[in-house]
């Protein structure tokens, strides 16, 4: 399909455990960002990659969260060692780089449906 | 404080109802200001998206933005069924990809035929 693309859509792990979670973005979007969205609350900023350079990791809530995009196309997230707390919807999106314009949809994202973690 | 504040809800209004959602916010340099719909189990979707102050309209949806009172509104008329979504207000500093977006929590809205 055209759209954003990530797996798994579930995943249940027990504390402890590492997950690795993949974001296949629209082809030919040059900006990619993770977000953390727990339930009831909206989506959380977690990190931001234009090709393979990640520019802003900001939002990684500890350094069990790690980010990559090594050939600026396909991007993992990966958790170590799972918390209970780490339990949400991880959503990637991706965005066409078109800079200068003044068009605000420039900077319009463009969601996958999610990867839902469960922490047990 | 969250820089964005938004009503939870749940909403729930009867068909072709006017509805009216809201989102105030602490930061003034949002320049930038836009809805999305997230569907149950989906992804968000851009629905609205605004410059500054001011009105825009599109279909059965407005959009308004008062910089000065730090509150955004959609509204949505002639309300139906498939309208029933979670609705997220979101802003921006910028245009640049680096300018992150920044959500509210949303607010549930179902729509009774």
């Known amino acids: 399909g055209a759209g954003v693309s990530q797996s798994p859509r579930y995943k249940v792990a027990k504390r402890g455990q590492d997950v690795a979670l993949r974001c296949d973005p629209i082809?030919?979007?040059?900006?990619l960002f993770w977000y953390q969205q727990a339930l009831g609350q909206g989506p959380e900023f977690l990190t931001y990659f234009q090709n393979e350079a990640q520019l802003d990791k900001s939002g990684l809530p500890s350094d069990r969260f790690f980010a990559e995009r090594p050939e600026g196309s396909v991007s993992t997230l990966k958790i170590q060692r799972t918390q209970q707390e780490d339990s949400a919807v991880y959503l990637c999106a991706s965005s066409p780089r078109r800079e200068g314009l003044a068009d605000p949809r420039t900077g319009e994202l463009f969601f996958g449906e999610g990867s839902r973690l469960t922490v047990l | 404080q969250k820089e964005v504040e938004q009503d939870p809800g749940p909403l729930s209004v009867p068909e072709g109802a006017i509805v009216s959602l809201n989102c105030t916010y602490s930061?003034?340099?949002?320049?930038?200001f836009m809805w999305y719909r997230q569907y149950s189990r989906k992804g968000p979707e851009l629905l609205m998206y605004t410059y500054s102050s001011g009105n825009k309209e599109d279909g059965r949806f407005t959009a308004q933005v008062d910089k000065s009172s730090k509150y955004i509104s959609l509204f949505i008329r002639d309300s139906q069924p498939s309208d029933s979504a979670t609705y997220l207000c979101a802003m921006r500093r910028g245009l640049s990809s680096a300018s992150k977006i920044i959500f509210g929590s949303g607010t549930r809205l179902s729509i009774r035929p």
């Open positions: 082809s030919g979007h040059v900006s």
């Open positions: 930061n003034s340099a949002f320049q930038y």
